[in-house]
């Protein structure tokens, strides 16, 4: 490595941007410089360093043994000079501009996301969220690696670099077509054994396995007749055939003014879950991510999860 390291942030966020992308047209583009330009600072930043850094592939460039060593460094350098620059400024939310990705399902993002949303439009005008769904065993890299700023999802554990904290609770219900033959007597796990399903596979979230391996332990046979990839189609469909399904009770709010559907309590004894925010260190100090957590957490805890779901009960 050269005695004289000459770095800067301008190298240090393209070398980061890199890392993310594996792909230097790709950085180009998110820094908004030309291609060249970002070849250029590489060539500077190898020299500085002694390592060559990437290498190119059919598919764009893979990080050396060096670079990736030293990426979690350099992320946490630039963390430091962010939150550093954004403590000495008056905190003024009207006056940020940010990009936060938020890693959620499609329950969270038809109940939680357009309250979220409206409070963000009046208060921060600046920020523009997104959200994206992951397999649970994904986001704690995701949220590592700096690709999402913040989780809502069902957790069953954490390491020790990540803060959660709880914000709601929900068991689970099976919902019917208005006038099914099982909404005419008691619903007992007999029932349900015989039923027709409809399965939400939604890998993306922690209840796909979490509902297969209860029913497993408690030896539930099932005839399983369709399968769709998430939660939110599933009241649709149900609505219109015989099948029956299992989802959690809180997302009953998101279909409450969808005719023809009723909720029946489920017959066999599945787990309360807790569904919790999760985030990683190195944003904990961020006031922006402060906030925005906190504005999470008011509206988990105030939201009338009932409202309307008396037009549900048979």
Known sequence: MNKELDLNFKLLAIFDSIMRSNNISQSAYDLGISQSAVSNQLAKLRASLGDKLFVRTSHGVLPTPFAESLHPYVCDAMDSMKFGIQAAKKFDLSQIERNICLIMTDIGEVTILPKLIKVVSEVAPGI???????????????????????????????????FQRSLFSTDYICIARRGHP?????????????????????????????????????????????????FMSMPYLVAETDLIATMPRKAAFAFRNIPNICILEHPIKLPTIDIQALWHERYNGDQVHMWLREQLYEIANKFEWDVGLDNLKY
């Open 128 to 162: 523009s969220l997104r959200t994206v769904n992951l397999p649970p065993s994904d986001i704690s890299e995701a949220l590592k690696s700096g690709m999402a700023d913040l989780a809502v999802a069902f957790i069953t554990a954490t390491q020790p670099s990540f």
């Open 182 to 230: 099982f909404t005419k007597k008691e619903f007992t796990k007999r029932d349900f054994e015989q039923a027709n399903h409809l399965v939400a596979e939604a890998r993306g979230t922690g209840h796909y396995y979490l509902l297969e391996q209860n029913f497993s332990n408690f030896k539930v046979q099932r005839k399983i007749s369709a399968r769709v990839p998430n």
